[in-house]
């Protein structure tokens, strides 16, 4: 076992934490039976076990024992105005009062898609699916359609949810149970456009596209560097190749989504998380010429289906959540999580951490390492027995983080509970140091 200062304090949290949740322990000794490692959603675990969340309500979560947390990742980013929005639970129950799902197109379909159409200038036409999965995988298979080419490159560590091809090289030196190394895929760092250019000459005209995130999301809020993503796009339309760019986390960052705020323009953009109000989601879109291969009776047409596609609840979430992010909203979310970064990069520099925080708009990573962060290597390589115990502490006061260091704002989270939030880190940092 572990001596170091982390280890030490770890164990004092889990213990604590223990004590905290029996209920959720026990819990989780029942869902052993039936889940594999007792749970049936892989992000949401972290030893001894996760909290079972029983209410939610704005930016509060309640536990089974009764604990009371400020959420601060909102689903890993998807609850963007927050939990039990009225205008949101009063139309998801308007709708499916009225319209369960059905094997026919559904008031709300055109509307929602209208919508996102008017706000990402690089999609005229999209198709809905239920997950962000399904976005990267329908995507990938419209470019190698169009361009009929097999090769697709990704950045190693880039998360495109969990479709096997693009879980290729998730993690540096490493290839997750179940995806072949056979895969027509290639890799490049984050942040490398030399290894991009090299990597295009090498396909030569066999490459159909690059998928990247405008900011890596799982790597932990890993931001571009001046020149990557204008490179990316200029070499790839040199290539011949389409460029798609996920912003199923990204999108967030304003009323285009990343894209905008950044400056490029992809050929095809996969979206997912707010788009559907906390309902299951996910889109792909792009030119009307491109999406042109998902047209039934299209000559090699691509099929993209699937019997919850556009459901009329997901519909009406996904517009009442658009509506509410207004210029307005997208401001407010800016400036708390400006107000939650320099918090953190504040109390780190105070208690002489060796940590740094990585943040845009409304999304706030936290790293224990001080090597620079301009890929996913840098981030993978941080102590994860000190961020463990980090994460841990700050659940045991109140505060609802990813177990990488992810914090996520919302519409609705005040001022108050950000100075809350960097008050409890503090208290952590100066633990851990």
Same mark, same amino acid.
Not at 173 to 183: E, I, K, T
């Given at each position: 076992m572990s001596t170091t200062p982390a280890a030490q304090l770890l164990e004092r949290e889990r213990k604590v934490f223990e004590q905290r949740t029996p209920v959720s322990g026990e819990r989780f000794a029942r869902a052993q039976a039936v889940f594999p490692g007792g749970d049936t959603r892989a992000a949401t675990f972290?030893?001894?076990y996760p909290a079972t969340i029983a209410e939610t309500a704005g930016t509060r979560l309640v536990d089974v024992d009764g604990n009371e947390y400020i959420d601060m990742l909102f689903n890993y980013t998807s609850m963007i105005v927050g939990h039990a929005h009225p205008s949101i639970t009063d139309a998801v129950t308007r709708t499916f009062s009225r319209t369960t799902p059905v094997a026919a197109p559904v008031i709300g379909? #055109?509307?929602l898609a209208e919508e996102i159409v008017r706000r990402v200038s690089s999609v005229e036409q999209l198709r809905f699916v239920n997950s962000g999965t399904e976005a990267t995988m329908g995507a990938t298979r419209i470019a190698?359609?169009?361009t009929e080419r097999d090769i697709v490159i990704k950045t190693i560590g880039g998360y495109h949810g969990s479709f096997p091809d693009l879980d290729y090289w998730l993690r540096p @030196?490493?290839?997750? *149970? %179940?995806?072949? @190394? =056979? =895969?027509p895929l290639r890799v490049i760092p984050y942040n490398d456009p030399d290894a991009l250019e090299a990597v295009l000459g090498e396909c %030569?005209? %066999?490459c *159909?596209?690059?998928i990247i995130e405008p900011v890596m999301g799982t790597a932990g809020v890993i931001l571009p560097t001046d020149d990557f993503l204008s490179a990316a796009r200029e070499l790839t339309h040199a290539a011949g190749a389409l460029l798609i760019v996920d912003?199923? #986390?990204t999108f967030r960052l304003g009323r285009g989504g990343a894209q905008q705020r950044l400056g490029i323009e992809p050929d095809l953009t996969t979206l997912g998380k707010v788009i559907g109000g906390g309902l299951p989601v996910g889109a792909v879109g792009g030119s009307a010429s491109l999406m042109q291969v998902l047209t039934p009776g299209a000559e090699k047409a691509v099929s993209l289906s699937g019997t919850f596609n556009g459901n009329a609840a997901t519909m009406a979430a996904g517009l009442a959540t658009l509506e509410l992010l207004d210029d307005e909203a997208f401001a407010r979310l800016d400036v708390l999580g400006d107000r939650l970064a320099d918090g953190l990069r504040t109390a780190i520099a105070r208690h002489g951490a060796p940590a740094q925080v990585t943040s845009i708009g409304s999304l706030v990573n936290i790293h224990f390492t001080e090597e620079k962060l301009l890929d996913a290597g840098a981030s993978l390589a941080a102590d994860a027995e000190t961020a463990a115990a980090f994460h841990l502490g700050l659940l045991n006061r109140g505060i609802f983080i990813a177990t990488r260091g992810l914090f996520a704002v919302s519409t609705v989270t005040t001022e108050a509970e950000i100075d809350q939030t960097v008050e409890v880190a503090g208290e952590m940092l100066a633990a851990l140091a």
């Open positions: 972290y030893a001894p379909q #055109i509307e190698r359609a169009a @030196d490493r290839f997750p *149970a %179940g995806v072949p @190394d =056979s =895969s %030569g005209e %066999g *159909a596209a690059l912003e199923v #986390i």
